[in-house]
C-alpha cells in the first residue's frame, strides 16, 4: 500500500470530507483544517488495513464504521457515538419487507420508484404536520384576540362583516357578547395549547421520519450508483 | 402507506427512550475508557479506537471518538502532537496529562463505586423474601417431605 489513494477511491474520500466540513460551521478554520487532516489521516489508515474487498467496496466500508458525518458531527455528539447493536439497520428490511410483500415488486429499478415514493410520502408528512401545527398555533392566536375585541367591542365584528352573532353554528347562538367572548377565548385557547403541544413533539416524531429518510435516500443512492456502474 | 406512520409510532415509544438511556449510560464512561486507554500509552485516533473496539461487543461510529478527543483536550485533560508516518499521511498522537491523570484517578474511583452500587442493588434480596418462602414451606409441607 503506497501512501496515496487510488483515483476512484480518493474521490470518495473526498466527498465525504466535503461532507464533514459542511457539519463543521461554526468551528474556527484553523481547528477546522486540523480535523479533516485528522480524519483524513483515520480513514487512510483504516482503508490500508482493510483486506477483503474491492477498492471501492473497501473505502465504502471503512466510512461506513466512521459513520456519517450528521451522525458523528451532530452537536448532540458524543452521544451519538453509540450505535446500538444492528438495530437500526432492521427499519429499512422491514419497510422494504412490507413494501415487497403489499406490492408484490423485487427491488431492482422498480424499488427506485418506490423509494422515491417512499422519500414523497415522507415530504407530504412533514409539509401536512407543520401545516396542521402552525395553523392550530396561529389560528388560535387569532381567536383569543378576535375574542378580547369582541368583549371590548361587541360591534366590531358586526360592523366588519355585516352579520350578527359572533358564534354562529346554525341555529345555536349566544346573546351575551361577553359569555360568547369567553367561549371564543376558551376554545381559541384549547387549539393554541394543540399547536403548540403538536410543534414540541415534531421534535420526537422527525427522529423517527429522520430515520426513515436516511435509510430510503442512503439506498436509493445504492440504487443509483448500481445502474451507474 | 401506514408502515411509515406505524414504525414511526413505533420508534417513538420504544427506541428513542431505549436509546436515550443507552446513550446517557455510555456517555461518562467512554470518556474515562479513553483516559485510561491513554494513560497506558500515547495513541492516535485510528489507534485509540482499534484498542477501545478490540474489547467491545457492540457497534461504535468511529468518527464520534474525534468531538471527544477534541474536548478532552479543550479541557487540558489530553494533549496532542502530530508525527510524521512512513505508511502514510502524518497522525495526531494524543497524550495524557498529568491533570488528566488526576481526573481519570477521580473517575476511576467513582466509576468503581458505581460499578459495586449497580452490583449490590442487583443481588439484592426481596424484601420480605425471606418471610414468604417460609410461609410456601407451611402450606406445601408434604412437597418438603417427598423431596427429602
Redesign the interface.
Known sequence: MGKKYPENVEKIVNDYLGRVRTHMKGVPEADRDDFIKEINSHIFESYSDEKNGDEIGKILKVLKKFGEPAEVFSKSAPGAMYKIGKEKNIPLYILIGALIAVFGLPLGFGGLGLILGILGVLLGIVAAYYAVAIGFTFGGLAGIIAGIIHIIDPEFFMNLTGEAGFINFGSFQISNPTVEGILAIFVSFVLTALGIFLLFMSKYIFRGLKTIWELSSKKLKEILKRKKD | ?Y???T???Y??VF??K??NK???L??GV?ELVILQVLNKDKY????L?KAITDNCS???????????L??LAKEEVITSQWVE?T??????YYMITNHGKEILKGLGKEFKDLADLVTKTKSMKKKGAAKSISDKKKIYPSREVKNG
Open positions: 402507506m408502515y411509515v406512520p414504525y414511526t409510532l420508534y417513538i427506541e428513542v431505549m436509546e443507552i446513550k446517557q455510555r456517555k467512554f492516535y485516533g485510528y489507534s479506537i457492540f457497534d461504535i461510529n468511529e468518527g464520534t471518538i474525534y468531538p471527544i477534541s474536548r508516518s505508511k502514510g499521511p502524518p497522525r495526531k
